[in-house]
């Protein structure tokens, strides 16, 4: 028998919608009443719970933190894709790496060694696409840098999501044939990933791209200056979904995280536009690319 459709009472959807935004940053207006119904009625059924009334007293009086990790999962978006946009891919070919790899070549000059590598945070990666993205773009440039001496090994790539179940998947870097059919080109696939055996064929990232990326969780909501400085910080497409004062209070912080010159790019819809005004701005055709400026 069907069991009856839990009801989602004005008084509870305020309370699930502020529990979700203290623990992820994701702010949902009560024009969203729609989709916590669609995407909570699930976990309500799972665990057997007595409806949304339920599910609020399991997430806020008893705190579970199982629950919370599933009620985070389903309400986050994790659409992503490799090569996402394709633009700022280009940009980053074009100008960020080359400015990186000239300051990164000045460093080795005035130090006599190699200098530390040149760190990149992709900030929000779900399943991977994108760290592994930057990755590829990074493997497929240092031939044409004129960088002499500049490796693979000179790049480290920190990536970060809220959610352990994306970081699993984008740990493993494995993808079937229809998430590299958005975004990678045969030549790349034959490339950069190894084909798996098995009636569903899928492919792992090869070893040279998994040693450059670390996969850790982290919450954008709850500060990240333990992660270190960094030379270029991607963030897309998740500020998207936060109001404006924790987007202010994250951009500020991405401003404390980048070395002087450094990068930050965000998604192709999103702006600092009355957000911040710590940043210069750059243009590089469709993209906008924001630097903290050098001393
Ligand atoms: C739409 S995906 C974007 C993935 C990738 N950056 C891209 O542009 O293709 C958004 C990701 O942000 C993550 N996310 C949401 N809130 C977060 C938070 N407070 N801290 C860290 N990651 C968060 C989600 O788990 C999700 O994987």
Not at 58 to 75: C, N, T, Y
Not at 164 to 185: C, F, N, P, W
Not at 196 to 221: C, D, I, W, Y
Request: glycine share 8%; net charge positive; charged share 25%.
């Amino acid at each position: 028998m069907n069991q009856p459709r839990p009801t989602l009472t004005t008084l509870v959807r305020e309370h699930l919608s502020r529990f979700i935004e203290q623990h992820s940053g994701v702010f949902l207006g009560p024009e969203k009443g729609y989709l916590l119904e669609h995407r909570l009625v699930p976990i309500i059924n799972q665990y057997k719970l007595a409806g949304f009334e339920g599910l609020r007293e399991g997430l806020i009086d008893r705190q579970d933190p199982e629950l919370r990790e599933k009620v985070l999962e389903a309400i986050v978006t994790h659409e992503t894709a490799f090569f996402r946009d394709k633009h700022p891919y280009e940009t980053l070919r074009h100008t960020i790496l080359t400015r990186l790899a000239q300051r990164w070549q000045a460093t080795r000059e005035t130090l006599g060694h190699r200098p530390t590598p040149i760190r990149i945070w992709c900030a929000a990666c779900s399943t991977g696409q994108e760290p592994w993205s930057v990755a590829m773009a990074i493997h497929e440039w240092i031939p044409l840098s004129g960088v002499s001496g500049l490796g693979l090994g000179d790049f480290a790539i920190l990536a970060t999501d809220l959610s352990s179940k994306v970081l699993d998947h984008a740990r493993q870097g494995i993808y079937t044939e229809a998430d590299l059919a958005r975004g990678m080109t045969p030549g790349q696939i034959s490339r950069f990933l190894n084909r798996q055996p098995g009636a569903k064929p899928t492919f792992q990232m090869k070893a040279e791209l998994r040693s450059m990326v670390e996969f850790r969780k982290a919450n954008l909501r709850e500060g990240f200056k333990s992660l270190g400085l960094f030379d270029l910080i991607l963030c897309r497409n998740v500020l998207i979904y936060f109001a404006d004062p924790l987007k202010r209070q994250i951009c500020e912080g991405f401003f404390q995280s980048l070395l002087p010159g450094g990068f930050l790019m965000l998604g192709a819809a999103e702006s600092l536009f009355g957000i911040s005004e710590l940043f210069q701005t750059d243009r590089q055709g469709e993209t906008l690319v924001y630097c903290r400026p050098a001393n």
